[in-house]
């Protein structure tokens, strides 16, 4: 109680000093302590996140906007006032979003634990925590990158510890993940992104959806390609094909080079015929991984092995009800995850096969002898971290350490969080961490 009280006390000059001038103050939380607000809420704070480095996990004072072509609700991190005239949506490409249509939101509310806090209870890497950094500086938000004793490097979009890559779990990549692009929300323009290759004829965009339905005397597997568009302002047109890069929604108006991620997480939502079975391809890089889908065996065949499916009654049984089955892929942190209603059924190591060549991420669907329907087809990027400094590339890589007890602490809005990669002493000490956050609303 007395801690939590000191920190009360804390809590209350920050909010003092919230009106201080502080670039650092862009990017922090301020601590709202709302004395009686709770009852038995002496191990936890309200905060207001103020900035938007954590975006898009946590959100400052912001702007939500609806795109007129596609209906793709999407925030941007600036008030409506600050906006420009112009706005382009992130799900569909189109340009001409006016944003005094943009609807401005409030900050969101988080809760700080303070039972977590390092000094109680050991951290987890991708735990998103409160900090005091120093005397004199807001609290701020950000996400644990690197623990006690370890040494991190950042390069390529990659977090190494120790020289080794650090791969997220499913669960913590799937609620890191940055949405790319979602075909619920499409028009004919979207549709547009699919594309047939080659000979294939039996693909038919039917109801707002892909179907499949192999003609007499088709044979051998007919391609259906997602070609990813450039959703950012440009001059150029936007069905240009590009690669998936690590655009923000939420950094409407900063100007920066984008980096190329191949780090990309596909889902799809598709009916498909009892017994049947189809094909997907990933490009990644100067390197193609294929898996062929049988659901007469149970078994998805990759790289010439025999996975089984493993709720493949489950999954069968969806299939023969005529349901829909979700079908994902992750690459992130050179990973590949083949994934059937949520159960894991392939995973395979991909750093030998890692191509580095800036090719565009794409996903294909092969159609082969069975009825396929893609209901929905929806794609994320991971974060791609890099060094920040001045917006520029990131080619090499930057090393920093923790010492005993200390923490390495990021942004998730990598390009305009302010964090350990530039803090002249990068790592945090456990007892400046007040707390985990999890969010309130
Ligand atoms: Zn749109």
Not at 165 to 172: A, D, G, Q, S, T
Not at 302 to 322: C, H, L, Q, T, W
Not at 379 to 390: A, E, H, N, Q, S
């Amino acid at each position: 109680m007395r801690a939590s009280l000191e920190r009360a006390i804390s809590a209350r000059r920050l909010t003092t000093r919230r009106f201080t001038a502080s670039l650092g103050l862009l990017f922090a939380v301020w601590l709202n302590v709302v004395a009686g607000c709770r009852d038995a809420n002496e191990s936890g704070i309200d905060a207001v996140v103020v900035g938007n480095s954590m975006a898009p996990a946590c959100w400052g004072e912001h702007a939500r906007v609806k795109c007129d072509e596609c209906e793709f609700s999407f925030r941007v991190g600036r008030q409506k006032d600050k906006l420009p005239e112009k706005l382009v949506c992130p799900n569909c490409g189109y340009r001409s979003i006016h944003s005094s249509k943009a609807d401005p939101q409030p900050a969101q509310l988080v809760r700080v634990d303070s039972q977590n806090s390092a000094s109680s209870r050991k951290l987890g890497r991708w735990d998103i925590v409160a900090i005091r950094p120093s005397k004199g500086r807001p609290a701020m938000i950000k996400r644990v990158i690197g623990l006690p004793g370890e040494s991190i490097e950042i390069g390529h979009g990659e977090v190494f510890a120790d020289g080794a890559i650090v791969r997220k779990p499913l669960n913590v990549a799937r609620e890191m993940r940055v949405t790319v692009f979602d075909s619920l929300f499409g028009s004919a323009e979207v549709l547009r992104r699919f594309l047939p290759q080659h000979g294939a004829r039996d693909w038919k965009v039917m109801d707002g959806s892909w179907q499949f339905s192999p003609s007499s005397g088709s044979s051998g597997t007919q391609w259906l390609a997602y070609q990813q568009w450039r959703c950012v302002a440009n001059r150029l047109p936007r069905a240009q094909p590009v690669p998936v890069e690590d655009w923000y929604a939420a950094n409407v108006g900063i100007n920066r080079d984008l980096n190329v991620t191949h780090d990309i997480w596909a889902s799809l939502e598709c009916q498909i015929e009892e017994n049947g079975r189809f094909d997907l391809k990933l490009d990644r890089g100067s390197a193609s991984h294929r898996f062929a889908l049988d659901f007469a065996t149970k078994s998805v065949t990759f790289d010439g092995r025999s996975y089984p499916m493993r709720d493949s009654g489950f999954s069968s049984s969806r299939v023969a009800a005529g349901l829909s089955v979700v079908v994902e892929v992750c690459t992130f942190d050179r990973q590949m995850t083949l994934l059937i209603d949520g159960s894991e059924v392939v995973s395979v190591d991909l750093t030998a096969a890692d191509g580095r060549a800036e090719a565009a991420s794409y996903v294909q669907i092969g159609g082969v002898t069975s009825k396929l329907r893609i209901e929905r087809f929806r794609l994320w990027r991971d974060i791609y971290y890099f060094d920040v400094v001045r917006n520029r590339k990131l080619d090499g890589s930057i090393a920093l350490r923790a010492g005993v007890d200390e923490y390495l602490l990021m942004g998730d809005n990598v390009p305009i969080s302010i964090d350990s990669r530039h803090w002249p002493s990068p790592a945090v000490s456990a007892d400046q961490i007040l707390g985990t956050v999890s969010l309130e609303h």
